[in-house]
């Protein structure tokens, strides 16, 4: 298993340009998150989704779009870059939390993106 | 609005001496919180989960509490290794069927050999 892929590893965008942030899974998991890690701030949630189709507001979404056409792609969209949105993005799963109880979530290895 | 704290400074140990790193928080009652090791330049990977009911949590040198009194958790690495050096994140998670995530800055751990 690869376990979560994301790419591009680096990517340096001009303000106003668009791209797509790409992450897939082979775990079969449901659940998948979006996040941003700034330095010294921790890792900030930006948009969720619990299954194909369904996809659903973190906290801090504004600039961000996502798509769920499948079990194993969660691509996130940034539109009309700003520098405000240098980070570096990770992508992660989890299982289905059930009746068992919490599950830990699997991270890729991220993307860190700079705009210029 | 909720608020997760960790050490901001870093933690600087010895080889062989136990770490303890604590994580505190504010303005929320979590169902669970785990713990993640992230190394540079790396996507977190994790390490324990404890449950609010449950008070400790063991997996081989890494032990975890959970008071919910307190609002702290306690991370410990006992017999500490050089390869243990990294940042260690707190997490914190709802009741809610979504698994999602409240996470905190993270400690820098620095094993001296």
């Known amino acids: 298993n690869a376990g979560v892929t994301q790419t591009p590893k680096f990517r340096i965008l001009k303000i106003g340009q668009s791209m797509t942030l790409q992450c897939t899974q082979d775990?079969?998991?449901?659940?998948m998150y979006w996040y941003r890690q700034d330095p010294g701030m921790g890792l900030k949630l930006i948009y969720y989704s619990v299954g194909a189709g369904i996809t659903d507001k973190g906290e801090v979404p504004n600039g961000y779009n996502v798509s769920r056409s499948t079990t194993e792609d969660f691509p996130l969209r940034l539109e009309l870059a700003a520098p405000s949105q240098t980070s570096v993005y990770f992508c992660?799963?989890?299982?289905?939390?059930?009746?068992?109880?919490?599950?830990?979530?699997?991270f890729g290895p991220g993307t860190r993106l700079t705009v210029l | 609005s909720q608020k997760i704290e960790q050490n901001s400074e870093a933690l600087n140990i010895q080889e062989g001496k136990t770490a303890t790193l604590t994580c505190n928080y504010t303005?929320?009652?979590?169902?669970?919180l785990q713990w993640y090791r992230q190394d540079p330049g790396r996507g977190p990977v994790f390490l324990l989960l404890i449950r609010e009911n449950e008070k400790e949590k063991r997996k081989e040198r890494l032990k975890v509490t959970f008071d919910t009194t307190l609002k702290q958790s306690l991370f410990h690495i006992t017999a500490s290794q050089p390869a243990d050096s990294a940042t260690y994140l707190c997490a914190l998670g709802g009741s809610g069927a979504t698994n999602k995530l409240i996470f905190g800055t993270g400690t820098l751990l620095a094993v001296q050999p």
């Open positions: 303005n929320y009652s979590p169902a669970y």
């Open positions: 992660a799963s989890s299982y289905t939390a059930g009746t068992t109880g919490y599950n830990e979530q699997f």
């Open positions: 775990m079969n998991h449901n659940y």
